[in-house]
């Protein structure tokens, strides 16, 4: 086979190694614009796994690469004067020329060709394209064949936030990955600092866009930018300057990091690798794993199928995953640097483990595993914030007081709707339900949304508290739960609004009744889809009626006993209609801005404040997010709505997204709206709840600790299972947690089997 590799870096250069050690008869050539030993990168950062997949693959060049290491395990935090180590990490780091000059000694060994100083353009990568069998496209981050077959990859560029500069010193930072924060007058800067060799450590510098503009970094020469960084990371370069290797770049060097996806990675002959194909941002260090790693699989894809096209489509489809996933992990890091102000006033122990867990890929149970030592340690230092010294638990268990209400955990469960009542009236299946998951152990209990009036219904078997029979009915669960579980409860109320009158859950979702349906009430005459009818835009005697329903039924619940009440505003229901752009079409003193778009729904708030027990807490659900652009609620316009309502002595915002529009086109992932509460969380600040597929005991502490929400909702998890606490709490060798007394004999089973690593399956 014929092969051109565009691009003598490491994609190119393994991938041609790994094809020649297949099979020798390769003709293969790597064709680089510069010079052998010209480099532009300092350090390669690389973690054990991947260092074992180039040693299975060729363990000569990796026996080679392996000598030059630096390893570290431990990740450094500065932070606030403090720093904070922790360890079990696992990584190496080699300089990026001395990488090329091993794969480019290697490849030679195997009969490579290698054209140094060989540019290509358009009309000659359109000539490999028909001289060669293959043409590797390993051209890097502005990729030349990439752009010459635009239409075809479809590439996707999105140029991030921050400013960096690659940077490089002989200050050894050689027992671990240091990541640095220093306030200065323009701002916080920061830099990533690591070992690549005996000498030399590479050191990122990145702010914010806002900051770099107050330092006229943009205006300044690379060696003037050099002096304002050494002067703002002095004391951490033991006089050691900082280097460039960036004299070719006119100006200060500094740039955005641009993400990189394609659509499509090949077009006939022609495939992507490396940074052509995509990029993972520098603070996961594994852009040149993504290389190595995809040039093994395309070479064992190219000796397995029976065809280049078929190899090649082989390769994709194996790889685009795993390129996805750590992309995604990428974006969360880069996300998280981006948004780093929000969390720079945290304790030094709390935003240590908010860096470290970052990306997703570092979860709570993992970090046990890698540094256990200085989990307990941060486990303890929640606990004591949370009012419970000494203990050194998992966050999931420790207290939580909002006014009077104490919580004996921090896990809730969510509303989730029945549909099982009669005529607004809960029946024994909610008493059932309900109490289980009371017994079930979590800190707090939500009913599903309580509608406040017949017609605020979402269907006929949605529970309410408007009549006599209701408020028993609460009474009845209120009074057992409190009487045999340490549980809260809180009642969930709401109105349906223009998605009112549809048929059960397990029927057809949002859709009108058959038969029966009532009246509806909106913002504005906007019906929630074309099939469902139009509401009535509410007149001032409708909004007066609406509120006092409201404020009837705050009183209901507080009779019933519950702990807590929660105002529904979210999920496209009648108050979130006039705060959402979507739904509020209206013209008069309730529409238009942010401010007018919430009057309404801050009288219903103020109004039931002002009845609800001083001493009990108030929520209010939202949705964040309306996944509709800038044409719906952003996350910008969530914090202001947050703010509105820490004014309004709403004591927690449940956050929530999407649910508001059909057009809605949400991105779904593990814990996919936690961000939302994050930046609400720490932003306005107010005591939030995180809700959205989260599911697991780590999801749940990973939350917690690096403090992104105060409470954590979980709700199909609770379906299939009402004791899920107890049963994480076993898991996780916590007997401190309380079983109902009946159930302590099967308490100590469990438990027992958990410690011998067995279950009851």
Not at 623 to 636: F, K, L, M, Q
């Amino acid at each position: 086979m014929r092969i051109a590799c565009l691009g003598g870096g490491p994609a190119g250069l393994y991938f041609a190694i790994s094809m020649k050690l297949q099979d020798p008869s390769h003709d293969i050539v790597v064709i680089e614009r510069n010079r052998a030993d010209d480099t532009f990168g300092w350090g390669v950062v690389l973690s054990d796994e991947t260092l074992d997949n180039l040693a299975a693959n060729d363990p000569v060049s990796a026996a080679r690469i392996r000598e030059h290491f630096a390893y570290w395990d431990d990740v450094a935090v500065v932070h606030k004067g403090v720093k904070t180590v922790s360890t079990g990490h696992g990584f190496c780091g080699i300089g990026r020329r001395q990488l090329l000059i091993l794969l480019q000694a290697r490849a030679r060994e195997l009969g490579v060709e290698m054209r140094f100083e060989t540019d290509a353009t358009q009309a000659s990568i359109d000539r490999y394209r028909h001289e060669y069998d293959l043409v590797l496209a390993a051209d890097g981050l502005n990729s030349r064949t990439r752009q010459t077959y635009a239409e075809h990859f479809k590439p996707d560029i999105d140029v991030r936030a921050c400013k960096f500069v690659w940077l490089g010193t002989h200050q050894t930072f050689n027992d671990a990955f240091t990541f640095i924060f220093e306030k200065t007058e323009h701002g916080w800067v920061w830099a990533h600092a690591y070992q690549f060799d005996n000498d030399t450590a590479t050191f990122i510098v990145e702010c914010s866009e806002a900051t770099w503009q107050a330092f006229g970094f943009g205006e300044l020469s690379q060696q003037a930018s050099i002096d304002v960084c050494e002067r703002i990371f002095a004391k951490h370069l033991g006089g050691h300057p900082l280097m460039t290797n960036a004299h070719h770049v006119r100006g200060s060097a500094w740039i955005n990091f641009p993400r990189v996806l394609c659509e499509q990675w090949r077009y006939e002959n022609v495939v992507l690798m490396g940074d052509a194909a995509a990029t993972a941002h520098f603070s996961i260090g594994s852009g040149s794993k993504l290389a190595l790693e995809s040039a093994i699989a395309l070479a064992n894809c190219l000796h397995s199928e029976s065809s280049i096209a078929t190899a090649v489509a082989r390769y994709e489809e194996d790889r685009r995953f795993e390129v996805l996933r750590l992309q995604s992990a990428a974006r969360n890091s880069t996300e998280w640097f981006e948004e780093v102000e929000r969390y720079l006033d945290l304790d030094p122990v709390q935003f240590n483990y908010s860096l470290l867990t970052r990306s997703q890929r570092i979860s709570h149970e993992n970090l046990r595993v890698r540094d256990p030592q200085w989990l307990e340690s941060a486990e303890r230092w929640f606990q004591t914030q949370a009012g419970n010294p000494g203990s050194a638990r998992a966050p999931m268990f420790a207290p939580y007081q909002l006014r009077d209400m104490t919580l004996t955990n921090r896990v809730v469960v969510s509303p989730m709707a029945q549909y099982k009542a009669i005529d607004g009236c809960p029946t024994d299946w909610h008493f059932s339900h309900y109490a289980e998951r009371a017994k079930g152990g979590a800190g707090l209990v939500y009913t599903e949304m309580t509608c406040v009036s017949p017609t605020g219904r979402i269907t006929p078997g949605c529970p309410g508290l408007y009549a006599p029979e209701h408020e028993a009915a609460w009474r009845r669960l209120c009074d057992f739960v409190h009487a045999e579980t340490k549980a809260k409860l809180c009642a969930q109320l709401g109105h349906s609004g223009a998605k009112g009158s549809t048929q059960l859950g397990w029927e057809e979702m949002d859709a009108p009744l058959a038969d029966g349906n009532w009246p509806l009430l909106s913002a504005s005459a906007v019906p929630w889809a074309a099939r469902n009818q139009v509401p009535k835009a509410m007149d001032r005697d409708d909004m007066d009626r609406v509120r006092d329903a409201f404020v009837s039924a705050a009183q209901m619940a507080d009779r019933a006993g519950f702990d807590m009440i929660e105002i529904h505003a979210a999920h496209g229901y009648l108050l979130s209609s006039f705060i959402t752009p979507l739904t509020n079409h209206r013209a008069d003193e309730y529409g238009g801005s942010l401010d007018n778009r919430l009057r309404y729904p801050l009288e219903v708030i103020n109004a039931v404040r002002s009845v609800w027990p001083a001493h009990k807490p108030l929520s209010v659900r939202i949705s964040a997010n309306d996944w509709c652009g800038e044409e719906g609620i952003t996350p910008d316009d969530a914090v202001e709505i947050a703010k509105r309502l820490r004014d309004a002595q709403v004591d927690i915002i449940d956050v929530s997204a999407g649910q508001t529009s059909p057009q809605a086109k949400p991105v779904y992932g593990r814990m996919f709206q936690t961000p939302f509460s994050d930046r609400i969380r720490n932003e306005t600040p107010i005591a939030t709840m995180a809700v959205g597929n989260i599911y697991q005991a780590d999801h749940v502490n990973s939350i917690l600790m690096a403090g992104r929400a105060d409470l954590v909702c979980i709700a199909r998890p609770h379906l299939a299972d009402p004791y899920w606490l107890l049963h994480v709490a076993a898991g996780l060798g916590d007997s401190d947690v309380e079983w109902p007394a009946p159930y302590r004999a099967g308490a100590d089973q469990l438990q027992r089997l958990a410690e011998r690593g067995e279950g009851w399956v």
